[in-house]
């Protein structure tokens, strides 16, 4: 036996291939679906793609992907979807091929329908994939639903992770949700993991009661992105996988007509957006955080046009945003030159690093200091002096917290969301500057 973890960064999130002999088991796929045939072997047969949840971050693409390759498509019996499935039962076996065998666990909290797949081989249990219920060193989120149902899902949970201690230490865990998801409830780690190694290292097993888990789970939560509320419905309904075309590439005329009624993407570098950009645009680096921050700020699946660098792959990008239901792009445009040399406006605003801006505190300096990161990170400690407003926050105004008045130096950890706040800055008509390289630790730790 065999597990291939095929991991989708910026998402946060892990899909697993279980290979058996020439039988494979897929569980928790994307919409994406190509890339998952790919590293299935032409001699091999799926038999099982597996859901352990209606899924709140992604559209699945486990319907059309056991469509595709003649596999049972499986998930919790509670789930509600409107297809066919196979429904997951607690404790009813699933057996598969030769001396493997499927065993759902029903292990709510994170959903209230919540399974996970226990993997027994020749009788002895060796790897339980946990979706979103255990996780390494925490535990899915259960506020997804709403805070009204937040409660009683945290006390599933802590049910949940006490029946899956239960299963022998040498257990292999194998969580969909990881590093950078939203769906965690606290720091997750990205890589697999045993039962006793999180029984052990796990801070969620020190609790041994159900009130103080609860506290623990429910204190610690960062918002989620707005998309979010769209996906358990696509889920339940119509999840297609999908096989994205190229997107049409566009000159500063077409692109211009276009911009009515549409948003404007800048997936280029934070610094070549700064030093020129479409008026109104939002600019958000392609990379590990480039969707979940689209689907949070921009109308779920709004008409959008892209910008992107020579280099930057568009059919990725389009990719990237079609697993959170964003498929209505309008086309590309390759940088901003030829916009700049028809004679059209760009916005600009200056950059700085963490430590330009340590230098100025450190003197006599009167300024303003914008702090985009989440609640919980500004709590833990800020810069003296600074103000706050989480990145999404400024779709709503400034509140108060800054000036339009003057120049606003806007910082976060590491650059990322200070630019990703400066287009929604300008809208609100403050200039910003914006510490690009470095952020809060650097001058909290060096002052």
């Given at each position: 036996?065999?597990?291939?973890?095929?991991r989708t960064a910026s998402l946060g999130?892990?899909?697993y291939?279980?290979?058996?002999g020439?039988s494979?088991v897929v569980?928790?796929?994307?919409?994406?679906?190509?890339?998952?045939?790919d590293?299935i072997?032409a001699?091999a047969?799926?038999?099982?793609?597996?859901?352990t949840?209606?899924?709140n971050d992604y559209?699945s693409?486990?319907?059309?992907?056991?469509?595709?390759?003649g596999?049972?498509?499986?998930?919790p019996?509670?789930s509600?979807?409107?297809?066919?499935?196979?429904?997951?039962?607690?404790h009813?076996?699933l057996?598969?091929?030769g001396?493997?065998?499927?065993?759902?666990?029903?292990?709510p909290g994170?959903t209230?329908?919540h399974?996970?797949?226990?993997?027994?081989?020749?009788e002895?249990?060796?790897?339980?994939?946990t979706?979103g219920?255990?996780l390494v060193g925490?535990a899915?989120?259960?506020d997804?639903?709403?805070s009204?149902f937040a409660d009683q899902l945290?006390?599933?949970?802590?049910g949940?992770?006490?029946?899956l201690?239960?299963?022998?230490d040498?257990?292999g865990?194998?969580?969909?949700?990881?590093?950078?998801?939203f769906c965690?409830?606290s720091?997750?780690?990205r890589?697999?993991?045993?039962?006793?190694?999180?029984?052990?290292?796990?801070?969620?097993y020190?609790?041994?009661?159900?009130?103080l888990?609860?506290?623990?789970?429910l204190?610690?939560l960062?918002?989620y992105?707005?998309?979010?509320?769209?996906?358990a419905?696509?889920n339940?309904?119509?999840?297609?996988?999908?096989?994205?075309?190229e997107?049409?590439?566009?000159?500063p005329?077409?692109?211009?007509?276009?911009?009515?009624?549409a948003g404007v993407?800048?997936g280029?570098?934070?610094?070549?957006?700064?030093?020129?950009h479409?008026?109104?645009?939002?600019?958000?680096?392609?990379?590990?955080?480039?969707?979940?921050?689209a689907g949070w700020l921009?109308?779920?699946?709004?008409?959008?046009?892209?910008?992107?660098?020579e280099?930057q792959d568009s059919?990725?990008?389009?990719?990237?945003?079609?697993?959170?239901?964003?498929?209505?792009l309008l086309?590309?445009?390759r940088?901003?030159?030829e916009?700049?040399t028809s004679?059209r406006?760009l916005?600009t605003?200056?950059?700085a690093t963490?430590?330009?801006?340590?230098?100025?505190?450190q003197?006599?300096?009167?300024g303003?200091?914008?702090?985009v990161?989440?609640?919980?990170?500004?709590?833990?400690?800020?810069?003296e002096?600074?103000?706050?407003?989480?990145?999404?926050?400024l779709l709503?105004?400034?509140?108060g917290?800054?000036?339009?008045r003057?120049?606003?130096?806007?910082?976060?950890?590491t650059?990322?969301?200070?630019?990703?706040?400066?287009?929604?800055?300008?809208?609100l008509?403050v200039?910003?500057?914006v510490v690009?390289?470095g952020?809060v630790p650097?001058i909290?730790e060096?002052?």
């Open positions: 036996m065999n597990i291939e973890p095929i999130d892990t899909t291939l279980l290979r058996y020439d494979v569980v928790d796929p994307q919409r994406d679906i190509g890339r998952f045939l590293a072997e001699d047969a799926v038999t099982h793609v597996l859901e949840h209606v899924h559209v693409g486990g319907r059309d992907l056991a469509r595709r390759t596999a049972d498509l499986v998930l019996a509670g509600g979807v409107g297809f066919a499935f196979v429904p997951a039962f607690h009813e076996d057996a598969v091929v001396g493997l065998t499927i065993r759902p666990l029903h292990t994170h209230p329908e399974v996970s797949y226990l993997i027994v081989v020749d002895a249990p060796v790897a339980v994939f979706g219920s255990l925490a899915g989120r259960s997804l639903l709403g009204e945290a006390r599933l949970q802590y949940s992770l006490q029946r201690a239960l299963l022998p040498e257990v865990v194998y969580p969909t949700h990881g590093e950078g998801s965690t409830a720091g997750a780690g890589a697999a993991s045993t039962i006793g190694q999180e029984t052990s290292d796990n801070p969620l020190r609790f041994d009661d159900v009130d888990f609860v506290d623990s789970q204190s610690g960062t918002p992105p707005a998309y979010y509320s769209h996906m419905p696509i339940r309904t119509d999840p297609t996988a999908v096989d994205m075309a997107i049409s590439e566009l000159g005329d077409s692109f211009a007509e276009l911009m009515t009624g993407l800048d280029r570098s934070r610094f070549d957006f700064a030093a020129g479409v008026p109104g645009s939002i600019g958000i680096e392609v990379g590990d955080s480039f969707a979940p921050w921009f109308d779920f699946n709004a008409p959008l046009l892209l910008v992107l660098a280099d059919g990725d990008a389009a990719i990237e945003l079609a697993r959170i239901g964003f498929t209505n086309g590309v445009m940088g901003v030159g916009w700049r004679g406006d916005a605003y200056e950059t963490a430590s330009q801006l340590r230098g100025h505190l003197g006599d300096w009167e303003q200091v914008l702090d990161r989440d609640p919980l990170e500004w709590a833990a400690g800020h810069v002096g600074s103000t706050h407003r989480y990145v999404p926050d709503e105004g400034l509140a917290s800054v000036t339009a003057y120049p606003v130096w806007v910082i976060c950890r650059g990322n969301r200070a630019s990703i706040a400066a287009g929604l800055l300008e809208r008509g200039q910003p500057i690009a390289t952020g650097d909290i060096r002052r």
